[in-house]
């Protein structure tokens, strides 16, 4: 668009004229007597009648047309034989002026139609065709609306004389459609905190990873030292528990994601993500206390395109990604597949074996079918794999210098999925219909060096899977709905999650050399109904109050405790076995939500939701009394402010909120420092984000965002070691986020964006013993855009911030923390047609 403009402006200021047929310029001045008297208005133009000609029996052929722009815009001469008159009546349709020419025949020299693109700045297309053996039609389409003008008869033909409507430079309108709750909604009307990231967005700032989307979201925070661990954090609940369900429900293409061993994947090809905060347990259920990250993949489409993109950074690192779209029957059925693939050289070494402790390599694919055999009608069909062969974790001693270790394992970790599911959308008049069937399987195998010495001591080994079927069922009222909207909704969840192995391996130069493993499988089954309905009393107030009930069952089938010597003697129990260890439970999830609209360009809400984790059993106690722990509720309690300002080129969104946690599902380390057993305590958060976009002039944007959390124990005591933590922070949990983006896209095609991301302090354990002070990140990107085309250079974390993501503290080992990514930079080419 830039080029084109750019030649436009060329066009224009050369006064260039494009001969098609005839050498010579015609006379365009000379009226003749038999043409009515010019327009000067549009309206008087297109209400003339045809203009008069002589009454030829035969069709008048046109043999020749010529462009010449003007100083107000563009002539166009059509030649005729012998000079003869045309007759000419109008309309319009959008941007086009058509003009229909009876008793008229194309006899062009050297084609049969002709047609020519962005002839002068402010036209984008003239065209001339037989719109059947005796009439012709000439369509002049203007960038920004209708051209006006006068028709001339000239001695060699007709003349149309057109003036450009005036090119205004509009600022983009700031306007995002999200489906936080479950149907098409303005991201300003949903009474939610969201963070809503474009798919122009996701371009922009490069989001492929969930790291990336929590560094543009407020009150969000991950800590990712590989891709085989995440750990994150939104409005200061985290997954450090990793024993018990996430408190975070992840979808991408609403297929459910969970566990911190098979979250953070590539994420490719991407239309929008959406970052709820807050609970949103009474739509999406037991995985959503702390909110909902909703991740949309593009969707197949009825026309051919293409999109690559292939980078290169420091660290050996290439990555690749392409799409592809297209009909396979016309206005019927469609396809999409899209992939990546992407390795580097690991950012941690080991000088002991001259190695990279956490390298990468793998990649993701997607296919989709979408097939639409009516109107009513949408079914899609997904499927998608990942396969990663990475480094292991990066673990270090807080003493020692970063990013260097010196010991005799570097380990690997291998993760591999493959997900399936199948959507039908029914949409009628009357309601919406929607059933999504899914299976997602997840597998990792990882081993890493635990003592990190140049001695064969300890080594951890791990191998899980897991096996997810849903099914969820929804019966809505039509999108058109405005006094009365309605839901009601079923989801059905069978999981089945095996520990294959977890443990130690006692190397050579250990004083009894062995294999210390558990294994362990759970049987987990969720069933829930729900529903929710919408009711607008007065047009400016809409009252909200939902309901779910869910019932949740956890099985643990068997868990064994197995040594296997070194030497090859027979295996022997190295702890307690159990069999069918059964923990259930049930909850009712209310929602309650009022909205009030001052205008269309302010609302303001209030809300009061209930949040839930479900029971569970733990596989890693020892003793029978440990293996359940409680269901985690909470309270929460939202008043928030939507605006849009400008002509929605600025909005300001603001929410403030409080929740009480009751018995918070919070892990205790044992003895050595690893998680063994699962207490509840008493929590209490408070905190608030603000988040503003604006587009002050064309092609200038800034997004900005803050979030600050106050979460603390309120009444806990350890039960095992009788310290007390109240008052003290939650682990994972930052005093505050804020994000930055400002970014111009010129119109001669050049690129500039600059990011700054900030995290506030962080402790990583329930005793505050560890602690991450405040740091900011600044990324940067600069390029240069044609049509189809983009080049990058890029930056991530310019002044290279060491700063710590995940700690622990490991009696007789140390301190063991892992670092974020260093300072990045590379260059980036991108291509789509």
Do not use: C
């Amino acid at each position: 668009m830039k080029q084109q403009k750019l030649s436009n402006w060329l066009y224009s200021s050369l006064a260039l004229s494009v001969f098609v047929a005839l050498p010579a310029k015609a006379d365009l001045v000379q009226k003749s007597n038999e043409v009515n008297r010019p327009a000067t208005t549009v309206e008087e133009w297109l209400s003339q009648s045809p203009t008069t000609n002589s009454e030829s029996q035969f069709p008048v052929q046109i043999i020749g047309v010529q462009l010449n722009s003007t100083a107000d815009g563009i002539e166009i001469f059509l030649k005729t034989v012998g000079g003869e008159v045309l007759n000419v009546s109008t309309s319009t349709e959008v941007n086009s002026l058509i003009i229909n020419i009876p008793n008229a025949q194309l006899q062009l020299p050297e084609r049969e139609e002709f047609s020519q693109d962005n002839p002068v700045e402010g036209i984008a297309n003239v065209a001339l065709t037989a719109t059947d053996v005796s009439s012709v039609q000439v369509i002049v389409t203007g960038v920004e609306g209708i051209p006006t003008g006068e028709v001339f008869q000239s001695q060699q033909g007709l003349v149309i004389s057109l003036a450009t409507p005036e090119i205004i430079e509009e600022i983009e309108e700031i306007e995002i459609v999200v489906t936080a709750e479950k149907q098409p909604e303005a991201l300003q009307d949903v009474p939610i905190s969201v963070t809503a990231i474009t798919q122009q967005e996701i371009e922009d700032s490069d989001i492929t990873s969930l790291s990336d989307i929590a560094g543009s979201t407020p009150n969000f925070s991950t800590f990712t030292p590989s891709r085989n661990f995440i750990l994150y954090s939104v409005r200061g609940l985290s997954n450090s528990n990793f024993l018990s369900r996430d408190p975070v429900a992840f979808f991408v293409d609403d297929v459910p994601y969970d566990y911190n061993g098979f979250l953070d994947l590539d994420l490719t090809d991407l239309e929008r993500v959406e970052v709820l905060r807050g609970p949103q347990s009474t739509l999406y259920g037991r995985n959503a206390q702390a909110g909902v990250v909703n991740i949309v993949t593009r969707k197949p489409t009825n026309n051919l395109e293409f999109n690559t993109s292939a980078s290169y950074a420091n660290f050996d690192n290439p990555d690749f990604r392409a799409g592809i779209s297209g009909p396979l029957v016309d206005d019927k059925l469609f396809f999409r597949l899209s992939g990546s693939f992407a390795s580097r050289d690991g950012y941690t070494e080991n000088d002991f074996l001259d190695s990279d402790v956490d390298f990468q390599s793998g990649g993701t694919g997607r296919g989709q079918l979408l097939w639409t055999p009516s109107e009513n009608w949408d079914i899609s069909v997904n499927a998608s794999f990942d396969d990663y062969r990475d480094g292991a974790l990066p673990t270090n001693l807080l003493s020692s210098e970063p990013f260097e270790v010196e010991q005799n394992f570097d380990g690997f970790s291998d993760l591999n999925s493959n997900t399936q599911s199948i959507k039908l959308a029914y949409n009628n008049p009357g309601f919406r219909f929607t059933s999504i069937t899914a299976r997602r399987f997840s597998d990792q195998d990882y081993e890493q060096e635990v003592d990190i010495t140049t001695a064969d001591l300890f080594t951890q080994v791990v191998a899980i899977d897991s096996t997810v079927f849903t099914q969820e069922i929804r019966l809505q009222s039509p999108e058109d709905s405005e006094k009365f909207e309605w839901f009601l909704g079923s989801y059905f969840e069978s999981r089945d999650f095996n520990v294959g192995a977890e443990g130690l391996r006692f190397g050579a130069d250990s004083a009894n050399p062995r294999l210390d493993i558990r294994s362990a499988e759970i049987d987990e089954t969720t069933f829930a109904v729900f529903g929710q309905a919408s009711y607008r009393p007065i047009k400016a107030l809409t009252l909200t109050a939902g309901l779910r009930y869910e019932s949740f069952d956890s099985t643990l089938d068997n868990r064994d405790s197995t040594s296997f010597p070194a030497d090859g003697s027979p295996p022997s129990p190295s702890g307690a076995s159990f069999d069918n260890v059964e923990r259930d439970g049930d909850e009712v999830l209310p929602r309650f939500i009022a909205q009030y609209r001052f205008n269309s360009d302010i609302m303001l809400y209030g809300s009061i939701t209930r949040g839930y984790k479900p029971p569970g059993v733990n596989y890693r106690a020892e003793d029978e009394q440990l293996l359940t722990f409680d269901e985690e509720k909470s309270w929460n309690y939202e008043v928030g402010l939507k605006s849009s300002w400008l002509n929605n080129r600025l909005t300001a969104n603001l929410a403030f909120f409080h929740n009480e946690v009751d018995d918070f599902q919070t892990p205790i380390p044992d003895e050595t420092g690893l998680f063994r057993e699962v207490a509840n305590a008493q929590v209490g958060i408070t905190g608030f984000e603000a988040e503003v976009r604006a587009t002050p002039m064309k092609g200038l944007s800034i997004i900005a965002g803050f979030g600050f959390v106050d979460a603390e124990f309120t009444d806990f005591t350890n039960p095992f070691t009788g310290e007390n933590f109240d008052g003290n922070e939650l682990s994972y949990s930052p005093d505050f986020t804020y994000n930055l983006a400002v970014q111009y896209r010129a119109p001669v095609g050049i690129l500039a964006r600059v990011e700054l991301q900030g995290v506030g302090p962080i402790f990583f354990n329930d005793a505050n013993e560890i602690e991450q002070g405040s740091f900011a990140l600044l990324n940067a990107r600069l390029g240069y855009e044609l049509d189809n085309y983009g080049i990058y250079l890029f930056a991530n974390n310019i002044t290279d911030v060491e700063h710590l993501v995940s700690a622990g503290v490991f009696p007789g080992f140390g301190t063991l923390v892992t670092y974020g990514a260093p300072a990045t930079f590379g260059v980036q080419v991108r291509t789509r047609f």
